[in-house]
């Protein structure tokens, strides 16, 4: 099972490609945006799977994920770092 975890685009790279923060630590990757309709900017948040950018998230809706996943991580003893 996958989880998709919101990411943050911190760049916007060549190739249709941007840098991405995966949560509030030091964890970045580079990710291809080839299949989104979309351009993307740096701020916006993105599902992503396998290296590939699917979809462009709203701020609000993004905020609200990553709190649902921190507060399941919680109720499990768990410390995360999104």
Known sequence: ??????????????DSKAKVRVGEGETYMEVSTLLLP????????LIVHAGFALRVLEPREAEESLKLFRQIAEQDGLSVNF
Do not use: S
């Not at 351009?39 to 948040?45: C, E, I, L």
């Open 1 to 14: 099972m996958c989880l998709a975890i919101p990411v943050r685009v911190t760049e916007c790279l060549p």
């Open 38 to 45: 979309e351009n993307v900017h740096v701020g916006d948040y």
